[in-house]
T-cell receptor, first 118, second 111 residues
Framework: GAVVSQHPSRVICKSGTSVKIECRSL??????MFWYRQFPKKSLMLMAT?????????EQGVEKDKFLINHASLTLSTLTVTSAHPADSSFYIC??????????????FGSGTQLSVL | KQEVTQIPAALSVPEGENLVLNCSFT??????LQWFRQDPGKGLTSLLL?????REQTSGRLNASLDKSSGRSTLYIAASQPGDSATYLC??????????FGKGTKLTVNP
């Protein structure tokens, strides 16, 4: 099956620093990728939709200047958490949709990144 | 705004038992409903995807049903095994062009 690689799996950083999370589709091309976060005991919530070659579309309430998304190739999207704050501590997970598929068909998820901001 | 609710939040059963996980959604205008499995520290694995025109889908010991008009879905797991222990997530894809997830049901199957 299709594989989505997400790195790092766990990161601890100090307040005020930036953290970059990578999401890579290993054996398929993905023009569209999605970034989610999950706070403890809460649902996975979509943060933004990432499209190769264009600006990401952010969900309401998600600060685009704080969560920078770069989808520079058909197999790689990155999420950078800038000026990290303890409130940003969460589980971040990406998903990639196989090119040619629609909706959530052929949508594959990475293994997630647990971010802890001290 | 679509909301997805999963009941129960946690479930513990002895090995071999059949069990049912419940999912409900507030907006019936969906394209499909998907059940996932999430293991600690790992990503999501899709178990079953039911299109809005379908009533159920089966895969091995798993059977998922969908009643779109009432906004409900169930995931039936037959003859549960310790390896089934995980968090099960229900999600719907609708007009908002995104997956809306429930909080999940944490299942523990005791040997």
């Amino acid at each position: 099956g299709a594989v989505v690689s997400q790195h790092p799996s766990r990161v601890i950083c100090k307040s005020g620093t930036s953290v970059k999370i990578e999401c890579r589709s290993l054996d398929f091309q993905a023009t569209t990728m999605f970034w989610y976060r999950q706070f403890p005991k809460k649902s996975l919530m979509l943060m933004a939709t990432s499209n190769e070659g264009s600006k990401a579309t952010y969900e309401q309430g998600v600060e685009k200047d704080k969560f920078l998304i770069n989808h520079a190739s058909l197999t790689l999207s990155t999420l950078t958490v800038t000026s990290a704050h303890p409130a940003d501590s969460s589980f971040y997970i990406c998903s990639a949709r196989v090119d040619g598929a629609v909706n959530n068909e052929k949508l594959f998820f990475g293994s997630g990144t647990q971010l802890s901001v001290l | 705004k679509q909301e997805v609710t999963q009941i129960p939040a946690a479930l513990s059963v002895p090995e071999g038992e059949n069990l049912v996980l419940n999912c409900s959604f507030t907006d019936s205008a969906i394209y499909n409903l998907q059940w996932f499995r999430q293991d600690p520290g790992k990503g999501l694995t899709s178990l079953l995807l039911i299109q809005s025109s379908q009533r159920e889908q089966t895969s091995g010991r798993l059977n998922a049903s969908l009643d779109k008009s009432s906004g409900r879905s169930t995931l039936y797991i037959a003859a549960s095994q310790p390896g089934d222990s995980a968090t099960y997530l229900c999600a719907v894809w609708g007009g908002s062009e995104k997956l809306v997830f429930g909080k999940g049901t944490k299942l523990t199957v005791n040997p």
